[in-house]
């Protein structure tokens, strides 16, 4: 569960030597996963993805509460928390060691634990090469002889170790080919049915997330603009943005590159008004001067499906056409 988490980074203008500057990057982020859900974070680069990814991880401070299982996320409680959530990121070389071998770095989690004899380590390794689908042999061969496919699976496998509750994908197929990364997203899938693992999946492309996950949160420039279930989101988009990024995409899943994100994006001040609308086409006279609230627009008795636009919606049955069918399969 996240609860109002808001981040800032400290920055200096002029290569460091200017005024210390505050930037907000999160702006009161609210989250309630469900158990073992797979939830999906989509936006542009820039927009604070993976700097909530690593709030959840606790690796950056945050304002506000995470709580996972039960226990209150902390900087300082890293150690205890990484029995909870694990994260896998984009790219699977810069987070493996190349001079071990695989059943080395697979292990490491567990001696750093100090859990298990030698022996339980080893069978736990053979255990987790088999669930992201490699075989035990594998355990010693080096990084350098695996594929870009076969890195993120041991990648994966590192992240299973200590069989936590949540993992954090963090642009996990980003850096692969559509069909190898399409393999990796049915492992996340597999592993999710398999092991009652919760997931948030990080990911700049709709199309993948809405493939993969139950429920989504659409984020522009901090905030979340629209969070519904994935069906939602995909036949309804409620947001202008999330109407802009569906039709950005492409026949091919996995085939758009990362949006270049929009520097200015972070020009109006907070709270001054709707950070969207410079960019709307629907925008209207009083989208400059109200900032929109979060509000749920589902019908009674539908799941939650909020949007912060003050239009609520309005826009998404009155211009929609044929292109916002599902290409994929339905989620689920
Ligand atoms: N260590 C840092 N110091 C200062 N600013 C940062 C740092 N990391 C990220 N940012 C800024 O925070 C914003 C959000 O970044 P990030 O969370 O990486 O977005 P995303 O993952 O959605 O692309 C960006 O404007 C980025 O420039
Ligand atoms: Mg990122």
Redesign the pocket.
């Given at each position: 569960m996240i609860r109002d988490v808001s981040n800032t980074?400290?920055?200096r203008a002029y290569g460091g030597f200017g005024r210390k500057e505050k930037?907000p990057?999160l702006d009161h982020i609210n989250i309630e996963m469900k158990p073992a859900e797979i939830f999906g974070l989509v936006?542009?680069?820039?927009?604070?993805?993976?700097?909530?990814?690593?709030s959840v991880l606790g690796l950056i401070d945050h304002e506000g509460e995470i709580y996972i299982d039960g226990l209150r996320q902390d900087k300082s409680r890293r150690w205890e928390m990484a029995r909870k959530v694990q994260a896998v990121f984009q790219d699977p070389s810069s987070s493996l060691n190349p001079v071990k071998r695989i059943g080395w770095l697979l292990e490491e989690p567990l001696r750093i634990h100090r859990i298990g004899s030698r022996q339980e380590r080893i069978k736990r390794v053979d255990e987790v090469l088999r669930m992201v689908g490699l075989d035990p042999s594998y355990k010693t061969r080096r990084i350098a002889e695996l594929s870009g496919g076969q890195k993120q699976r041991v990648c994966i496998g590192c992240a299973l170790m200590l069989e936590p509750k949540l993992i954090i994908a963090?642009e996990a197929t980003s850096a692969l080919d559509v069909s190898v990364g399409a393999q990796i997203l049915n492992l996340f899938r597999d592993l999710h049915e398999r092991l009652g693992l919760a997931l948030v999946f990080?990911s700049?492309n709709l199309n993948l997330v809405y493939y993969l996950c139950d429920r989504i949160a659409v984020?522009y420039n901090?905030q979340i603009v629209e969070l519904g279930t994935a069906r939602t989101l995909y036949s309804a988009p409620a947001h202008p943005y999330t109407r802009t990024l569906l039709e950005a995409i492409p026949e091919i899943a996995g085939e758009n590159p990362e949006p270049p994100?929009d520097?200015t994006q972070?020009e109006p001040a907070e709270g001054e008004c709707c950070r969207f609308a410079f960019r709307c086409r629907w925008r209207e006279s009083r989208c400059g001067i109200t900032p929109p609230e979060l509000v749920n627009i589902a019908p009674p008795g539908e799941p939650p499906h909020e949007v912060r636009c003050v239009l609520k919606g309005l826009t998404a049955n009155s211009t929609r056409s044929g292109i916002f069918a599902p290409t994929g399969p339905a989620p689920g």
């Open positions: 980074y400290v920055t930037k990057v936006g542009e680069s820039g927009c604070g993805k993976t700097t909530l990814g690593r963090d990080i700049h984020m901090g994100g520097e972070r």
